[in-house]
DNA sequence: ATTGAATCATCAAGTAAGTTGAGTTAATCC
DNA sequence: GGATTAACTCAACTTACTTGATGATTCAAT
């Protein structure tokens, strides 16, 4: 939700910052990697990585890990992440429950916990938010100077928008800011976005969009939306609200009506509830589709032209390297839904050579909102930016 | 067509360009703006900023216009673009003719021309391009000295992609960087574009889009484009061809067709020809309009829907400040179909207190595509970039 | 009319961070 | 085993921004 971002100039301090931001990026992006071949990539002297290094190195941020064997010369030393050096807090505020997560430098959740929260008040929204922190750092003994943020992630819409009040969006931060609210609260760098750029970020951080710059993540939440991350940034519009691909129109039987209202759990559970099955309260949509409910099925086979036209929508629009399917749907569901799509020959990702596939699974699973959390977190710190939030 | 940019590391040279370019881009987009006021607004200290604003007084960038008036203190000397202190190349390729604009730092036209050309091969365009950049130069007797780079801009997609061959893109430059090609051409540093992306930072440079950041451009050429500007960066996607909005799904007819064969000049054009009428020999498209032609009038009111649903799709996917329409249609035509638009309240870009229009039209005319071409120059010597394109 | 507060602007010394170039270490090639 | 290649380190150097003192210009209050 950190709506644009300024450029500011560059001195020595602000280009230590990034510099030191690009190194460990560049490590991580890596997995393992030597001094020399940063300094090639990066345009700086060899003797600056070494110090930027030695730096990190002494933060705990990275470790060495052995010399790599090569054809001739002296073998470069490799360094990779630490795991333990730093930590981020992923919380996620949903109607009715709060989800934590404590993920380690890599992105691996090394805690997590779930609050139910029957209030929607500001007060008691920030108090399950405050302890949920207390708690999931408590289990994990993570001491609280390794922290680097934490990350909160809401439905979105953020503001007062023509989507507002459509029952899925946070109204208690109409007129707050959420970032500043939470900082102020946690005693922590916040950064705070909707589900599906989140979701986008965990899976680019540790997930299947690892080496990724620019890809989509189409969410399953309660409705639908989608993160679009462009050259390593997250493309979050004017006003923070970029990626309400729910609300675009589609015809379905003949009407024009918002896309998700036939492609999201909403839409499903509706479709369910006609023939008598509650989702909620009865069998998960899992066991549903385990044994091939007739209902289910249905629902999924009409889906199918709607999702592949969204599919189509977002290759041309946006020529991502993928795009990524994921969110509150059961891993068969969503396996389903991929095996049912149509990918149209006439668009721009129909490109020869390809390497990734235009469609893939997210991995992060039904966690993926809490991980992405933390993940943004994460993201901030690998990103080198010589620019900042306003 | 500069894909994804690589992170480059920060040092006392890289510093120095970054920051003259944001000072260079602060005074752009001011209008008018003084020394303090551009150290308090970049972080700068006032006595860097002040050795940055010497220097760009005597490379003649910019100039000083008086002093002004204030409440208390010493009065600010303001700054201000100074238009022939720099000059960009500005050429449009389509098939059949080279556009050819000379711009001045404020993005004014100081000098154009059209040259046809029946010839599509690699050679004889290059021979075009290079003549055409000579004639105009001297046309405006503007010394190579000062030019800042060729903008070139061309009908999309680029490489191979599942929409090629479909008639409206340069096959010739399938196995060739047209970048790498037109740089070695004309010795000059060279940007290309597709036409939409290059209308979209016309309109940022000189247009509507002047203070805005975050916009769409919805361009009517041969087909249907869309130019994405996301933080004053365009937003080309993973492989350049962001922005094919023409050949997004939409139902016509209860047929799910694309976007442009519903919506563009090639549309219109077929529509007219069952009727008998041959835009291209016969009338043009502003004196049908003018003596409200039935067959274009029809045309026009079976247009209005799908449009209307295309601006959905962009302002809940991009959340864009505002989306511009432009490109080759009479100024009439496109102020028809902007008054047609249903604008839906199920938007996020329906907030209260919007200080923009939703829909705005762009201000470059039908040579916006070879403005912009030029604009693109322009655009990357505002850009502070601590980062280098691949 | 004079003094004081506020703001812009400049000078000169200081500082932080990356660069440079010579020299060292460690492996492979022949 | 010497030549070659590449990674790495040390210390001096360079660059561009910052800092703090001082001056300039205007408005406002007495």
């Excluded at 779930?114 to 108090?127: E, I």
Aim: aromatic share 4%.
């Amino acid at each position: 939700m950190s709506f644009s971002t300024i450029t500011v100039g560059a001195n020595a301090g602000r280009a230590r910052s990034h510099n030191r931001q690009m190194v460990l990026d560049r490590v991580r992006q890596a997995g393992q990697i030597g001094r020399a071949e940063i300094a090639r990539g990066s345009g700086l002297s060899t003797q600056a990585v070494s110090n930027i290094i030695s730096d990190l190195l002494s933060d705990g941020l990275i470790s060495e890990q052995g010399r790599k064997a090569t054809t001739r010369g002296q073998p470069p030393v490799q360094y990779g992440l630490n795991p333990g050096g730093g930590y981020a807090v992923g919380i996620e505020i949903r109607p009715g429950a709060i989800f934590a997560a404590l993920l380690d430098l890599c992105g691996t959740a090394v805690a997590s916990l779930k609050h139910t929260m029957t209030a929607t008040d500001l007060g008691d929204v920030t108090h399950a938010v405050v302890s949920a922190r207390t708690a999931i750092t408590a289990q994990a003994r993570v001491s609280d100077a390794k922290l680097l943020g934490a990350g909160i992630v809401m439905p979105g819409p953020f503001g007062r928008t023509g989507l507002s009040g459509t029952g899925s969006e946070f109204s208690i931060f109409h007129d707050v800011s959420p970032t500043a609210w939470f900082a102020d609260a946690l005693h922590l760098p916040v950064v705070v976005e909707n589900d599906a750029n989140a979701a986008a970020v965990a899976e680019r951080v540790a997930g299947v969009a690892s080496g990724l710059n620019t890809f989509a993540f189409l969410y399953f939440g309660t409705g639908l939306g989608l993160g679009l991350m462009q050259d390593g940034r997250l493309a979050t519009g004017g006003f923070g609200n970029a990626g309400e691909i729910g609300h675009i129109p589609v015809i379905s039987n003949g009407q024009t009506v918002p896309l998700e209202s036939a492609l999201s759990r909403l839409s499903v559970q509706r479709h369910l509830a006609h023939v008598g099955i509650d989702v909620d309260s009865g069998d998960s949509l899992g066991a549903l589709f385990a044994r091939r409910e007739p209902a289910l099925m249905s629902w999924l086979a009409a889906a199918a032209e709607p999702l592949s036209n969204a599919i189509a929508v977002i290759e041309n629009m946006f020529d991502p390297e993928t795009v990524i399917l994921g969110g509150a749907m059961p891993d068969a569901i969503l396996d389903h839904l991929i095996g049912s799509v149509t990918l149209t020959d006439r668009s721009v990702s129909n490109r020869p050579g390809r390497t990734t596939a235009r469609l893939l699974h997210g991995a992060s699973g039904s966690m993926t909102g809490t991980l992405g959390a933390g993940a943004l977190v994460l993201n901030r710190a690998f990103t080198p930016r010589i620019a900042a939030a306003s």
